[in-house]
């Protein structure tokens, strides 16, 4: 266990150390944050060495990415261009609405996938089957960008039941995690189908039967816990997934997350923001996958983090 940690670790670092040269070179293609905050101006061209010199751009790239490769080190991620606020802090306050509405989305999402895709599952070929198909078909088929903005009209605007914007409680919420939650569930409803489906056929769950246990503990906790060990993995991935992804949920919503943070900077051509925002949601993603793979041993005894089912 401790060696599988030690190499996933080692891959992190490398990951990280990807991600960061291909973050640092390739937003500095867009051009020139000196240009940006000049727009309104004429600027001299010793105003703009100036500002380049205050803003370390400047030095050569090298030194550049050096100093990058520090801060990660240091979790000095630097300071804003665009507000002199310390990337780190900026991160940190925003890190906490993101966490919030992808647990939110991951919530509901299971909340709404497992029931259909257990009763699918038990109920192969009737109507109900084919419902929680056919709802499967149309969770994967929305736009969240497009379901947000129903979602908001019809609940918000006409109906006023939740806030449409913002997030200052509980109630703001629930249209954000809600609109995530739907679009994951479809696929996560067939998942949990197919899945339950392949261990429903397995011996064990015959033999179980044939012991008098009851039913409901029979899919419980035999067929539907093995039939977590790829939902484990999705979900997983999914999570790590919506770290970075709910970008378009926190614009449509007005939603004070990273994802948020790192549009309005790429706009702003503000370096660190942006640099500092993607190593943060890759590292998480990171972490979450590297749970997971653990958490198998714990779903399934026969399966050994690292290695496989004997």
Same mark, same amino acid.
């Given at each position: ?94 890190? *906490? ?5 992808? =647990? #939110? +989305?991951? @919530?509901?999402?299971? $909340?709404?996938?497992?029931?259909? %895709? ?117 979900? *997983? ?5 919506? =770290? #970075? +992804?709910? @970008?378009?949920?926190? $614009?449509?919503?007005?939603?004070? %997350? ?53």
């Amino acid at each position: 266990m401790i060696q599988y940690i030690l190499r996933r670790l080692l891959h992190t670092l490398f990951v990280i150390f990807a991600i960061s040269l291909l973050v640092f070179f390739s937003i500095r293609l867009t051009g020139d944050p000196v240009a940006v905050m000049f727009q309104a101006g004429e600027p001299t061209n010793e105003a703009i060495e100036q500002i380049k010199q205050s803003l370390g751009l400047d030095e050569p790239l090298y030194v550049q990415y050096w100093i990058f490769l520090k801060g990660i080190v240091t979790f000095d991620l630097g300071t804003s261009f665009h507000s002199g606020q310390s990337v780190s802090h900026m991160i940190e306050d925003r890190m *906490g609405a993101t966490v919030i509405l992808a =647990l #939110g +989305g991951i @919530v509901v999402a299971i $909340l709404i996938a497992f029931p259909i %895709g257990i009763l699918s599952a038990l109920k192969r070929g009737t109507f109900i089957d084919f419902s929680g198909r056919v709802f499967s078909l149309l969770g994967v088929s929305f736009p969240n960008f497009w379901l947000g903005i129903m979602l908001m009209i019809i609940f918000a605007v006409n109906l006023k039941w939740f806030p449409s914007s913002g997030y200052e409680g509980f109630e703001y919420l629930i249209l954000p995690s809600f609109t995530l939650g739907l679009i994951l569930s479809g696929v996560l409803a067939r998942l949990v189908r197919s899945s339950m489906l392949e261990t429903l056929n397995q011996q064990y769950v015959s033999t179980a039967r044939s012991k008098g246990i009851a039913e409901w503990r029979v899919i419980l906790l035999h067929a539907f816990r093995n039939a977590l060990i790829p939902t484990i993995t999705f979900l *997983g991935l999914q999570f790590g997934s919506l =770290l #970075g +992804g709910t @970008v378009i949920i926190e $614009l449509v919503y007005s939603w004070p %997350g990273v994802g948020r943070l790192i549009v309005d900077a790429i706009n702003q051509r503000d370096y660190p923001v942006i640099q500092g925002g993607v190593i943060v949601l890759a590292l998480l993603m990171v972490i979450v996958n590297l749970i997971v793979d653990l958490s198998y041993s714990f779903f399934d005894p026969r399966i050994k983090a690292g290695g496989s089912a004997k």
